[in-house]
C-alpha cells in the first residue's frame, strides 16, 4: 500500500507531474497552496499512475 505521504513525496520529484484542475473540485477554496500530490495528477487513473512513472520515482527517492 502507498501512503498519502508517499503521493505527496513522490508527486513533488516526479518529473511527470502535471496539475489536474478538476480533480478535487476544490478550486474555489481558498487554499494557499494545491496539494502536489499523484492524486492531483493528470496521469494518476485509478490508484495507478497511467504513464510508469510512480514506481520509478519512488524507487529513485528510496535511494537517497
Ligand atoms: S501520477 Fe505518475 S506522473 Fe503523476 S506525479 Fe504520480 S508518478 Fe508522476
Do not use: A, R
Request: charged residues 25%; aromatic residues 8%; proline residues 2%.
Amino acid at each position: 500500500m502507498v501512503s498519502k505521504m508517499q503521493l505527496h513525496t513522490v508527486g513533488e520529484t516526479c518529473p511527470g507531474y502535471v496539475y489536474n484542475e478538476g480533480s478535487f473540485g476544490v478550486n474555489s477554496m481558498e487554499t494557499e497552496e494545491k496539494l502536489v500530490s499523484c492524486e492531483t495528477c493528470i496521469h494518476w487513473e485509478k490508484g495507478k499512475c497511467n504513464i510508469g512513472l510512480f514506481d520509478k520515482v519512488l524507487t529513485d527517492l528510496d535511494q537517497t
